[in-house]
């Protein structure tokens, strides 16, 4: 299997992971920075050329898309999509997870629990708006913040007001949600891949903080999830079309709350703290999804009349 590791780094802990594996169970693999690839489209027929080349045959891409280049990285998987190369995670499934409030909006439809969330745009409104959620603490979150960046506890009404003006300044699109007091600063990490958790770690914020991302000096440790925690995460990842999910969870007094679904989780963290080969279990998954896909035949060159092969 002809492997390309979609990464703009490939010193990166994930991306190394992701190569070392791939290269173990005997499959050609290369990093491609999305950034220095581009394109030709014309009606049933794209190319992608990379460092002044051809790209070349490619049979499975692994996307590693920063939150700094979405629209570029995404439009490169997709170009590659329309090529015929698999791909566990397709273009439109991580645009779906990277917009936090349109995540939020499939899986509510699809009757998945999680924190109450309010969204709105006219500074007239704010009043309302949180009273939508009633008494705080509040937790205000930028749209597409990344490892806890741009998220913000406030404390008291006075304060999420003051936090969603000084967005609302900076032409941010954000999310106001209520604050699970029982989770005590904790949350799980569900890493899915295919059908399957195949890791989940609890992590836990460092004393003075509420967030737990590990960037944010939180700890983890492996954990065992209950078959509902389990089953949100596994229904949150297909809802969206990923294959391959970190799926955030909340454990609260009305069961397990979806928190967020990432599209390219980091592995440094859930195999530190599990023990588990995440990277072997994704390229495993790869292969086995790459040869089930059905063989499509090339079409036969037809002969004229007179002998002339038609094009």
């Known amino acids: ?185 904790s949350d799980l990490r569900c890493f899915v891949v295919g059908n399957e958790v195949v890791a989940s770690m609890q992590r836990s914020s460092a004393p003075g903080e509420f967030r737990a991302n590990l960037h944010r000096g939180g700890s983890a440790e492996a954990v065992e999830l209950s078959a509902d925690e389990r089953r949100v995460a596994l229904e949150a990842a297909s809802a969206l079309g990923l294959e391959v999910a970190g799926v955030d969870l909340l454990r609260s007094s009305r069961g397990p709350l979806l928190l967020e679904v990432n599209a390219s989780p980091g592995l440094e963290g859930i195999e530190a703290s599990t023990g588990v080969d995440v990277a072997g279990a994704i390229i495993e998954h790869c292969a086995r999804r790459l040869a089930e896909r059905p063989v499509v035949a090339k079409p036969r060159k037809a002969r004229s009349p007179k002998g002339l092969t038609a094009i």
């Open 1 to 185: 299997m002809k492997i390309a590791i979609l990464s703009r780094n490939a010193r990166l802990y994930s991306t190394q992971r992701l190569v070392e594996a791939a290269r173990r169970r005997k499959h050609t693999v290369r990093v491609v920075d999305p950034l220095r690839c581009y394109m030709s489209i014309a009606p049933h027929s794209f190319a992608i050329h990379f460092k002044g080349k051809p790209l070349g045959p490619i049979d499975c891409v692994v996307p590693r898309i920063g939150a700094s280049s979405t629209f570029y990285g995404t439009a490169v998987l997709r170009q590659m999509e329309m090529m015929g190369v698999y791909t566990p995670n397709p273009s439109d499934a991580v645009l779906r997870a990277r917009d936090k409030l349109r995540c939020l909006q499939l899986l509510a439809a699809r009757g998945i629990d999680m924190p109450l969330t309010a969204f709105g745009d006219n500074p007239d409104d704010t009043v309302d708006l949180l009273a939508m959620l009633g008494d705080p603490p509040h937790i205000i979150k930028l749209n597409e913040g990344t490892q806890g960046a741009g998220v913000v506890l406030a404390e008291k009404r006075s304060a999420s007001r003051s936090v969603i003006e000084a967005f609302r300044g900076l032409y941010a699109n954000f999310l106001v949600q209520e604050f699970i007091r029982e989770a005590n600063g």
